[in-house]
């Protein structure tokens, strides 16, 4: 028997609206087709069809998480962590120790370990993960595994709430951007990374962008409309940066190898130390799109900071205030 589409199936991620329509197609790692749409009441762009659990059970298995000590090789950790601790330093920035600060989506917790080196009263909510587990071992984080309840920390509780390329996860954004609402003191901050929708990689590589990420990436926002959606929470924005030199080069690199290869985030799966998937490839395939991403590195920094210029970068850093009391 064949199953009937309700209005959930079809509506908009996050107002629910069925008013939309479709922008282009694109397809998983999985093999999935989905077609990327744009409500005409929020301008949310999201996934139809919505994706089955069945789907993100797979999109977030051990592969997603990396199966060793950590996510990535050694030396690819150490950059990594260089841009954690940037991240650290944009909350110090912010927020004087003592403070409370909340993690969602926190990953291994070494943004986390910065601040608690810092004195901060460090909080981090990871889905169960090795990054759960990775997270789990560092010394003074008050870590919860799991997803973010009304219960879990009392009102007006949190200096600042950060999510780190996490808002585009959620299955439920509105709920959860309620209850940071509730815990996040008066004047306290939401820091936010996500990918951005209205950037020249996206309209450049559609549905082979590498942070179209279907099914994991549920929905996606441009800035206006995010500014927009923050205020009815009692945010205003403070600030947006649209320069990452972690993710806007390889953002573009990657798109370039998904648009020649048959298969999308061939290099990035194998850097991760996912082999099987990139199996059907061989080690020179492989080098050569390493030896591709390294020589080009320098020209897509460059071009980089001429889409930040044009506020067009391929993702968004963004800092909102809590206004309302």
């Known amino acids: 028997m064949q199953s009937l589409v309700t209005d959930a199936d079809v509506s908009c991620v996050y107002c629910h609206s069925l008013n ?43 592969s997603y998480f990396g199966q060793g000590e950590s996510k990535f090789s050694g030396w690819i950790e150490k950059v990594l962590d260089h841009f954690r601790f940037q991240r650290a330093r944009t909350v110090m920035r912010y927020v004087k120790s003592p403070a409370n600060v909340l993690d969602i989506g926190c990953g291994n917790g070494q ?15 990871e889905l169960p993960s090795k990054s759960a587990e990775r997270a789990s071992r560092v010394s003074g984080l008050n870590l919860k595994i799991g997803q973010l309840c009304e219960e879990d920390y009392e009102t007006d509780f949190f200096d ?3 999510m780190w390329h996490v808002i585009e996860h959620l299955s439920t954004p509105q709920n959860t951007l309620r209850i940071i609402e509730k815990i996040l003191k008066p004047r306290g901050y939401l820091m936010i990374s996500l990918p951005n929708i209205d950037s020249l990689q996206s309209r450049l590589f559609r549905g082979k962008w590498l942070h179209l990420d279907p099914p994991r990436h549920l929905f996606f926002f441009g800035a206006l409309d995010l500014i927009k959606i923050m205020q009815a929470f009692g945010l205003e924005i403070v600030t947006i940066k649209y320069f990452s030199l972690e993710q806007n080069p390889f953002g573009m690199q990657q798109s370039i ?3 020649m290869l048959r298969k999308r985030e061939v290099l990035f799966e194998v850097l991760k130390g996912n082999r099987l998937y ?22 897509f920094a460059m071009l980089s900071v001429v889409e930040a210029y044009l506020k067009k970068g391929g993702t968004m850093e963004m800092v909102f205030r809590k206004v309302r009391c």
């Open 20 to 62: 939309s329509r479709p922008l282009y197609d694109t397809v998983s790692i999985a093999g999935d087709r989905f077609t990327l749409n744009k409500c005409h009441s929020c301008n949310c762009c999201f996934l139809l069809p919505k994706p089955t659990r069945r789907q993100m059970d797979a999109a977030y298995d051990a």
């Open 278 to 299: 990139a199996r059907e490839y061989s080690g020179l395939s492989i080098l050569f799109q390493k030896i591709f991403c390294i020589m080009t590195f320098p020209l």
């Open 257 to 259: 190898l998904n648009c």
């Open 160 to 162: 600042a709430v950060t």
């Open 111 to 125: 943004f986390l370990q910065r601040l608690i080196q810092n004195d901060y009263n460090a909080y981090g909510l």
